[in-house]
Nanobody, 115 residues
């Protein structure tokens, strides 16, 4: 059974930083794509960062240069380092694992950025 548990959200002032973590219970974590999604209040869920099994990242334009996604294939964990946070980054952040025959989500962690 695949499980994803996010942590690290909270309240931060604009310009501040947070580091999100997602621990994944799955047998072949190292072979799967991992992603972080952001859902602002009343908006759809959008991808902000993706990392390949080899660790190559890709970012949404809105977060490029501010957010860094990384993974630890020993700890079955993916991280999202978020710097220079803006009020528009507020929302729920979800961790996603996907690949051939697999697509699972975590419960989300709330990030609130005050101006």
């Amino acid at each position: 059974q695949v499980q994803l548990v996010e942590s690290g959200g909270g309240l931060v002032q604009a310009g501040g930083s947070l580091r999100l973590s997602c621990v994944v219970t799955v047998s072949n974590f190292r072979n799967q794509m991992m992603a972080w999604y952001h859902q602002a209040p009343g908006k759809q869920r959008d991808s902000v960062a993706v990392v390949t099994p080899a660790g190559s990242p890709n970012y949404a334009t809105s977060v490029k240069g501010r957010f860094t996604i990384s993974r630890d294939n020993i700890k079955n964990t993916v991280y999202l380092q978020m710097n220079s946070l803006r009020p528009e980054d507020t929302g729920v952040y979800y961790c996603n694992i996907y690949g051939k025959g697999i697509n699972h989500w975590g419960q989300g962690t709330q990030v609130t950025v005050s101006s």
